[in-house]
């Protein structure tokens, strides 16, 4: 770390994450619609191919995420907040990094989202019984490594430990 590359503070990284969520939802309904016409027009029922539809969905996110990072280090969220993504030694990531990095995202932020979908969701409880001590212990294992990020020094999450990289903010450009 210089005094030109800090460390994104949290406020900045989950606001960025905000941008590059939505920017997520546009590709997942985007991704669906064309499965469900696929589907249509092999004539088959989409409902018996959710395994496909789930990896086509992970595949859209890895494309997204994993383009991004290993080509400038940016996603469009990230750019917007002056954030970069890098490897520890400040290379630029590379796929595999980018892939190990997106599963761990996808897990951080995805094991919270259904466990408050389950804790908040009368309909969703029905269908899924004995939820509930999972859940709680999901959110709490996860705010605990969100906590831990706030007093590593290079701040990083748990994504950034497990694939060996850190989110810096980028230096303003003098004009």
């Not at 469900?36 to 789930?54: D, F, M, P, S, Y």
């Not at 897990?107 to 408050?116: H, K, L, T």
């Not at 490594?145 to 003098?174: I, M, N, T």
Request: glycine share 10%; proline share 5%.
């Amino acid at each position: 770390m210089t005094e030109t590359t800090l460390p994104a503070p949290l406020w900045r990284r989950l606001t960025a994450a905000v941008y590059d969520g939505l920017l997520l939802v546009g590709l997942a309904f985007a991704t669906v619609i064309f499965f469900g016409i696929g589907c249509w027009a092999l004539g088959v029922e989409a409902n018996e191919h959710e395994k496909a539809l789930r990896f086509c969905l992970f595949a859209v996110g890895l494309g997204f995420f994993g383009g991004s990072w290993t080509n400038g280090g940016q996603t469009l969220g990230m750019r917007v907040w002056q954030l970069r993504v890098r490897r520890l030694d400040g290379s630029a990531l590379r796929w595999p990094t980018a892939a190990v990095r997106y599963a761990v995202m996808s897990v951080v932020w995805g094991a919270p989202m259904i466990a408050v979908a389950l804790l908040s969701s009368p309909t969703l409880a029905a269908r899924h019984p004995n939820y509930e001590l999972p859940s709680v212990a999901i959110l709490a294992i996860l705010t605990g490594a969100f906590v831990l990020s706030l007093l590593d020094a290079r701040k990083r999450a748990p994504q950034d430990w497990l694939s060996g990289c850190e989110v810096v903010v980028e230096p303003k450009q003098k004009a």
